[in-house]
């Protein structure tokens, strides 16, 4: 989508049906498919929240057979994708050689970071000297209260809320 205006003559022109009742619109595919649901505004409006991403076209170039069954299998290590052709474990799964090569991506994906240091330096001595807090939020349904984030604090000293 390229704006935040939809045309209901355009998405008729293109196939798609609407249902108005009860001051909600919805919109179907050619497959009667559910593809978008909006309350009435007090602008008389429907408001849609969409966030635009960007198209993208995600190209993969395999070097060999033994390449596409480890990508197929979620980066599988060849050891085990070899235990799987070997003892017929997966149904059409040639034998498996181990490459001489290393796959940068999957080198990467399996690293782990550095722990950071969990131990605050300074502990508390008495109540409410350090105060923990955080921000949660926003949650699609809002609270009795119409509010969308809370905040917590949590005492360091007696770690109670």
Not at 11 to 36: A, C, H, P
Not at 56 to 76: F, P
Not at 88 to 110: A, H
Request: charge should be positive.
């Amino acid at each position: 989508m390229r704006s935040n205006l939809i045309s209901i003559g355009q998405l008729l022109q293109k196939g798609y049906t609407m249902k108005v009742e009860t001051q909600t619109i919805k919109v179907f595919d050619s497959k009667n498919r559910l593809i978008l649901k909006a309350s009435l505004s007090k602008q008389r409006t429907f408001k849609i929240n969409i966030s635009v991403i960007e198209d993208k076209c995600l190209l993969l170039e395999v070097k060999s057979e033994n390449w596409l069954w480890h990508q197929r299998y979620g980066h599988i290590n060849f050891k085990d994708l070899n235990m799987l052709s070997e003892k017929k474990m997966v149904q059409g799964l040639p034998k498996i050689k181990l490459p001489n090569e290393v796959y940068d991506m999957c080198c990467t994906g399996k690293q782990t970071r550095n722990s950071y240091n969990a131990i605050v330096p300074f502990n508390a001595t008495r109540k409410l000297e350090i105060i923990h807090s955080d921000v949660c939020g926003p949650f699609e349904v809002k609270s009795v209260g119409g509010n969308s984030y809370f905040v917590t604090f949590i005492d360091e000293f007696t770690r109670k809320l």
